[in-house]
């Protein structure tokens, strides 16, 4: 249990022998004060009368409010309760809160913020996010689909689950027949071998081009797809060289932006299962014939519509394959429940291939469609079409210049390494500071600001408390004198640090990065004011080593929650 919520409770417990209330239905109605100085929980009184069985009239609310307060009894956590207007205000017992707050991140330490949550006793969750398409620009689609992923991974690790990151590449289709054709006539082995992903999509883009022009290049590229799919060795060798020339140039990319996977997928794995989906649909009654002799599944009383699953020619869809990829996933991982990162835009897709695999199953399986906006104006200097590691890139340039243009940060030792840490920084807090469902509009200027909310701005609040740290050289102990932590930029910070537990718990239940982000500024910024009235070098021992406790235990919580963003925190900058 969080120490704010044992606060609540120990409110809740008072309040209930005065209320039929449970205490959950207590808890949920307290907030943090807007008034400090009455208390640090409030209630307002009409929802809490709202709540009783038997809600008391609106001219007896003071009486009862009255009686409220004279029956609390003060104990070693709750102070004093007070009413103003229509609220009830509880103080903490300060020391004991302080003590209590610091002395569960100190011990707690890296798991801080989720150790006191129950652990799943056994649940694999599969995760699948990013997928690009081979020989097609990475995309700010994918790159969304990377970050928050990522996010959605490491939370569900850290709060115990075993999961296994999917990268399902797009690497099959008609769209490859076509890249095959295209590399017959402008292929060049040397441009392929020094930079395969940009050579792959220049090739891409020409035979795209030839192909409005030329209507034979569209029957030969579905001739060639047409024979990888009925196994042919030549045409397979080279796609998989292709393939695996693609993900060893993706994978140093990931490595750049913090982000793994356990397994590099693809729709050309599901083959052997696209037979074995299509037998239990049959099976199952569930193909009807269209109009031009192609198979869908019935949906309308899902209010779905029809959906195709098979050509008339006998080649896959899209939604077959990935109704495969769910049978051979079942196989290979057993999974308790499998998410899928991919655009809002996608919403009814995933509606209908949830709806039919919900069909094809004896027990439904539990999928969810982790949906984002879109990003507006993301472009690199020269206007062309964006690749991620060109994003990258750019963003390390924009951080080098301003660490250049500073004196002492120009002598840095590793300021090559430190500028593409914060670039990374920069993009993704960018990315995940608005709710993910929300387009927004991407600009290198606010990014990598770092006077404004950004990802610079959180690395250098780290960086700060770890400067902090090294000049005081003050050993770190939760054994310390709370009560001298009493300035309000010391409470401030208290407070900020204590609800971090329950922001990770909402965090994980709405898969909202934004949540974590934009409480981690509010913390950067309780940070800042504290270490700017707060000295801890030069100062009577005990008074250090309260201050520097706290300013320890801030660093912490700043550092966890970076880490389930994603970012690596940086010490020194």
Known sequence: MSVRLKFKQAIANQLLKQTPCQPKDITSLMRPSRIPKLGDIS???PKLNASLENPLPKQELAAWSKDVTDKFEP?????????????????FNQPEFNK?????????????????????EASTVLIDYSSPNIAKPFHAGHLRSTII???????????????????????WGKQYGLLAVGFEKYGDESKLISDPIHHLYQVYVQINADAKQDKEIDKKANEYFKNMEQGDPEALKQWSRFREMSIQSYASIYERLNVKFD?????????NYIQKANDILKDRNLLTHTEDNAYAVDLEQYQLGKVVVKRADGTSLYVTRDLASILMRKEKYPFQKAIYVVGSEQAAYFREMFQISNLMMDKPLELEHVGFGRIKGMSTRNGTVVFLQDILDTAKERILEYMNADA??????DIDTVADQLGMSAILIQDMKSKRGKDYEFSWERMTDARGDTGVFLQYAHAKVCGIERKAGIKITPHVDFSILKEKEALDLVQSISTFPEVVE??????????????????????????AFLRVKDMDQNISEARMLLFWSARITLRNGLHLLGIKPIKKM
């Open 408 to 413: 002492e940060k120009s002598q840095m030792e």
């Open 100 to 120: 209590q707050v610091l002395q569960q991140v100190y011990h707690d330490n890296k798991s801080y913020g989720w150790s006191h949550l129950a652990k799943p």
């Open 149 to 171: 992923g990522n996010f959605i991974r490491i939370i569900h690790e850290s709060m115990g689950y075993h999961v296994i990151g999917i990268n399902y590449l797009g690497d």
């Open 43 to 45: 209630i307002t009184l």
């Open 263 to 271: 397994v590099y997928s693809g729709e050309s794995q599901v083959n």
């Open 75 to 91: 104990n070693e956590l709750i102070e004093s309760v007070s009413v103003d207007k229509a609220n009830l205000f509880f103080k």
């Open 506 to 531: 909402s965090a994980f239940k709405s898969l909202e990065p934004s949540a974590i982000v934009n409480y981690l500024f509010k913390l950067a910024h309780a940070t800042s004011a504290a270490s």
